[in-house]
């Protein structure tokens, strides 16, 4: 019963340094989505994918890649790490709800990346 | 524009005092969902309640219950005789639009500490 997995939990980089942090969800879920946390500002959404071969940005997607190439994983590459990039990411994934049910669903989210720019 | 505000930043109460998170939100959606999560120590996010914007029942699950009122557009959140495992943030989100894309507004979120 893993849910959403995200690896590595930790990760300290110096800045320029790529990097990818991978997420995995075996729940068959059609949308993911990557979220980071900063103190005082909740977490805010970098990019989403409803679906293999489909992603979007979100509010602070600038630093940031995303692709999708199979329903489950949905890895976020950093490709030039700066200090402002040091964050708490989240994962997180959902199902589409059945049409017809209003009663919407569950988000489920990773326990998080803890990642530091140097 | 769409925002959920969290004006309490931190609070503070003693164990077995009742306490009260508050969430404003900010939608032009008719069709939106509100949510809850909590985010102990340990750094995981926790997922304690969704409403969804045509239900405006209030919930009651054990010593948590929630406030939901379009009118104020708010869904509070009370912890009944809290508890020091009760310490944690606390964030509030909202859905909005059509779909179900996952894709969330998150409040500040407020810092719950217990103590015993």
């Known amino acids: 019963n893993a849910g959403v997995t995200q690896t590595p939990k930790f990760q300290v980089l110096k800045t320029g340094q790529s990097m990818t942090l991978q997420c995995a969800q075996d729940m068959n879920h059609e949308y993911m989505s990557w979220y980071r946390q900063d103190p005082g500002m909740g977490l805010r959404l970098i990019h989403y994918s409803v679906g293999a071969g489909i992603t979007d940005q979100g509010e602070v997607p600038n630093g940031y890649n995303v692709s999708r190439s199979t329903t489950e994983d949905f890895p976020l590459r950093l490709l030039s790490a700066a200090p402002s990039q040091t964050s708490v990411y989240f994962c997180?994934?959902?199902?589409?709800?059945?049409?017809?049910?209003?009663?919407?669903?569950?988000?489920?989210f990773g326990e998080g990346s803890w990642l530091t720019v140097v | 524009a769409q925002k959920v505000t969290q004006a309490q930043t931190e609070i503070s109460v003693v164990e077995k005092e009742d306490v009260t998170l508050d969430c404003v939100y900010e939608t032009r959606d008719t069709t939106y969902y509100l949510f809850w999560y909590k985010q102990p120590p340990s750094g995981e996010l926790v997922f304690l309640i969704r409403?969804?914007?045509?239900?405006?029942q209030n919930e009651i699950s054990g010593r948590y219950s929630w406030n939901f009122q379009k009118s104020t557009s708010s869904f509070n959140f009370t912890i009944t005789a809290s508890q020091v495992v009760d310490s944690a943030v606390y964030f509030c989100?909202?859905?909005?639009?059509?779909?179900?894309?996952?894709?969330?507004?998150f409040g500040q979120g407020t810092t719950l500490q217990v103590k015993p």
């Open positions: 989100a909202l859905r909005h639009g059509s779909g179900n894309t996952g894709k969330l507004i």
């Open positions: 997180a994934s959902n199902s589409r709800t059945a049409k017809g049910d209003s009663s919407g669903n569950t988000i489920y």
């Open positions: 409403r969804n914007s045509f239900d405006e």
